[in-house]
């Protein structure tokens, strides 16, 4: 079974500036990543997959890459409404849950 | 518009049952794989299990940690997605999500929407 481990645990980060997120995988997933946005209340809602697409409707300042075993999901200047929790997940496998907080 | 929507969660006992379904609309979802995913309070997600479409044969796969208490069904003529649990213990306390799995035939796949929840408790 493959392990996703999420990095850090929370972020503190202030509106306008860069937030960069890591998962890692125990073994190569080859771009076989999404990531998910989960507000508090909230059903998650799909940002990234395949390591780097866009989902439909997300912003630009939402991007993603890396490929194996290595990922980052990269929020280019934050806005209020992108303090959340963000998940990675591959086939099954979810990782924990980066909480993006306001510094 | 494609919707998700959950219903059937409440609050049973130890070693109960409880059936969720989920009401699908704004797309063909006799083509879709369908998945549960669960949130226990507080916690992170748990993917709990899919049914595959008419043409992988309606497979089913779940997590290990429901395997034998689950089952997951559909009716595609009422773009319904069910999940009938039994043998319930107070750790599948949780907000059950249906979402429509994605996959493109290279490995990859991914849950897009999601519904809204249902929650499950279960305590004595």
């Known amino acids: 079974e493959i392990v996703m481990t999420q990095s850090p645990a929370t972020l503190s980060v202030s509106p306008g500036e860069r937030a960069t997120l890591s998962c890692r995988a125990s073994?190569?997933?080859?771009?076989?990543l999404a990531w998910y946005q989960q507000k508090p209340g909230q059903a998650p809602r799909l940002l990234i997959y395949?390591?780097?697409t866009r989902a439909t409707g997300i912003p630009a300042r939402f991007s993603g890459s890396g490929s194996g075993t290595e990922f980052t999901l990269t929020i280019s200047s934050l806005q209020s409404e992108d303090f959340a929790v963000y998940y990675c997940?591959?086939?099954?496998?979810f990782g924990q849950g980066t909480k993006v907080e306001i510094k | 518009e494609v919707q998700l929507v959950e219903s059937g969660g409440g609050l049973v006992q130890p070693g109960g049952s409880l059936r969720l379904s989920c009401a699908a609309s704004?797309?063909?979802?006799?083509?879709?794989?369908m998945d549960w995913v669960r949130q226990a309070p507080g916690k992170g997600l748990e993917w709990v299990g899919r049914?595959?479409?008419?043409?992988?044969?309606?497979?089913?796969e779940y997590a290990a940690s429901v395997k034998g208490r689950f089952t997951i069904s559909r009716d595609d003529s009422k773009n319904s997605l069910y999940l009938q649990m039994n043998s319930l213990k107070t750790e599948d306390t949780a907000v059950y999500y249906c979402?429509?799995?994605?996959?493109?035939?290279?490995?990859?796949?991914?849950?897009?929407?999601w519904g809204q929840g249902t929650l499950v408790t279960v305590s004595s």
């Open positions: 395949g390591a780097s």
């Open positions: 997940q591959q086939y099954e496998t």
């Open positions: 704004g797309f063909t979802f006799s083509d879709h794989y």
């Open positions: 049914t595959r479409n008419k043409a992988n044969s309606y497979t089913t």
């Open positions: 073994q190569s997933v080859s771009s076989n």
């Open positions: 979402a429509r799995g994605i996959a493109d035939g290279d490995g990859d796949n991914w849950f897009d929407p």
